[in-house]
């Protein structure tokens, strides 16, 4: 089992910068590949951004140049820098953590992002 912790969200200008991060605990959170997930009111749920275990990352079109994703070198830290902040990333953000069929969910933390 693993419990993941969002925190960073917060409300900025169009144009700002939000870095979120997540806080995985468990056991071989290492093994686990993460991502961050998204989700605006009235929407469905959306693929972000991901980094497998070996550190390939990926990138929903909607934010490759302005997001990077990473984490810390233990893998137990996920982060998502959040660059050329846009109305449109108004969500709340969750990040995700996969391990062939087990999946975890944190919380969420909330961004809002004002013209």
């Known amino acids: 089992q693993l419990q993941l912790v969002e925190s960073g969200g917060g409300s900025v200008q169009a144009g700002g910068s939000l870095r979120l991060s997540c806080l995985v605990f468990?056991?071989?959170?290492?093994?686990?590949?993460k991502s961050w997930y998204r989700q605006a009111p009235g929407k469905e749920r959306e693929f972000v951004s991901r980094?497998?275990?070996?550190?390939?990352?990926s990138y929903n079109n909607s934010v490759k140049g302005r997001f990077t994703i990473s984490q810390d070198s233990a893998k137990s830290t996920l982060y998502l820098q959040m660059n050329g902040l846009k109305p449109e990333d108004t969500a709340m953000y969750y990040c995700?953590?996969?391990?062939?069929?087990?999946?975890?969910w944190g919380r969420g933390t909330q961004v809002t992002v004002s013209s």
């Open positions: 995700q953590a996969t391990y062939y069929s087990s999946v975890f």
């Open positions: 468990g056991y071989n959170a290492w093994k686990y590949d």
């Open positions: 980094i497998d275990k070996g550190g390939s990352t």
